[in-house]
């Protein structure tokens, strides 16, 4: 049953490729189309808030027909954008493709995640989220290092084509017949109407741009924190150990959602963030920093499906607006990370304080875990199972 799920998964990890692999690449794209680091560097932000507008107001909509069709609509969307970026003449067209790109990705973000989650039973839910999270992980542990060594030995335009070509591997998974994928429940009404409506969502979509904020966030200068502590030759193998242990976390997190249940889980994933903020903010060992990465990765992304079950196990009629709002809010708040991080270290903050302001951030994440997690609880009944299966707890 898992196997259908394997399209959506090879489609986000384009998403996670693109997501960040620019950010890898802006001075050779600013050379060859004649401008600046900064004005490139817009088409991050182009990126982050189209997605943000696009998967929070179109997701919902996109699924009133064929789910397929959605699928297809908004990963055809995505190819095209980034083979329009790819080809770009100049500054204009590059900053409207990113647009475009950001639109495809946030739509498709939350309906292949919902998509996902209605193509197995409901004691595969779990799993079902995580692989979808394991795409997007992978893509950018793997993808966007392999992206970057492209775009700086042959051509960054050749960093898009491998975006490109395998957004295009997953459209024709998706394309081939037989490939149904049946209709994601849908609640009545708008998509900000439930949120506002429910205490735990909206708490819950705070957790997310928090999490964003300090995981995600805090991600952007682990080189010159590392360099800070005299760490610099470490580099190299504390990116992978995040990467090693986000690729890993968000493997293994499904299972553990489907038996163990996601509101245990959340808080504890939490702690293990502070705990590893706390290792980075206070150790200089080579071995500590190691570890604190590896938890810090796993942790970090394995939360992504965490609080995905968490807020739709009850509410699958509402999953693809929650899911679209937890994303959205989650790369927002990465990209506020990332600037508080700019602003800090541009005042004279030393790199080796950030994560002391992550440790006391990710407090307020601890504490709005269990506060989804309580509110969790007191609407939660048995977890729904499979015809003869017994019900597990939630």
Not at 90 to 108: I, K, W, Y
Not at 126 to 155: K, Q, W, Y
Not at 363 to 384: E, I, K, N, Q, T
Request: net charge positive; aromatic share 6%; glycine share 12%.
């Amino acid at each position: 049953m898992m196997r259908r799920v394997w399209p959506l998964v090879v489609a986000a990890a384009a998403l996670g490729i693109d997501a960040y692999v620019l950010a890898g690449v802006l001075p050779q794209i600013a050379d060859s189309l004649a401008t600046t680091v900064g004005a490139i560097g817009l088409g991050v932000t182009a990126f982050t808030a189209a997605y943000a507008l696009a998967g929070t107001t179109l997701a919902k909509r996109a699924t009133r027909g064929s789910t397929k069709g959605a699928l297809l609509l908004s990963l055809g969307l995505f190819n095209v954008a980034n083979l329009i970026t790819a080809l770009a003449p100049g500054l204009t067209v590059f900053l409207a493709s990113r647009v475009l790109a950001g639109a495809g990705a946030g739509v498709l973000t939350a309906v292949a995640t919902a998509a996902a989650a209605a193509m197995v039973g409901a004691e595969h839910r779990g799993r079902a989220m995580a692989l979808v999270t394991f795409g997007l992980s992978a893509g950018t542990v793997a993808g966007v290092p392999i992206g970057m060594l492209i775009g700086e030995h042959i051509d960054w335009r050749w960093t898009m084509a491998l975006v490109v070509a395998i957004g295009v591997v997953a459209l024709g998974a998706l394309a081939l017949p037989g490939k149904d994928i049946p209709a994601i429940p849908s609640e009545a009404g708008t998509g900000a109407a439930s949120i506002a409506a429910s205490p735990q969502l909206i708490w819950g979509i705070l957790l997310a741009f928090v999490l964003g904020t300090t995981s995600l966030g805090l991600y952007t200068y682990l080189l010159p924190m590392a360099s800070d502590r005299g760490l610099g030759p470490w580099g190299f193998a504390l990116i992978w150990a995040w990467g090693v242990g986000g690729v890993l976390g968000s493997l293994l997190i499904g299972r553990l959602i489907d038996t163990v249940g996601s509101r245990q889980l959340l808080p504890l994933l939490a702690c293990v963030l502070l705990a590893s903020f706390a290792a980075v903010a206070f150790l200089s060992h080579p071995w500590a920093w190691l570890a604190a990465a590896l938890s810090w990765g796993a942790a970090g992304w394995a939360s992504v499906p965490a609080l995905q079950d968490a807020l739709t196990r009850n509410r699958p009629q509402a999953t693809t607006t929650i899911v679209a709002f937890q994303m959205a809010a989650m790369y927002l708040g990465s990209a506020a990370g990332s600037a508080a991080g700019t602003a800090l270290l541009g005042a004279g903050l030393p790199a080796a304080q950030l994560p002391r302001g992550a440790l006391a951030v990710q407090v307020v994440a601890v504490a709005l875990a269990v506060v989804v997690a309580v509110l969790g609880r007191s609407r939660s009944g048995p977890r729904p199972s499979s015809p003869g299966a017994p019900p597990a707890v939630a």
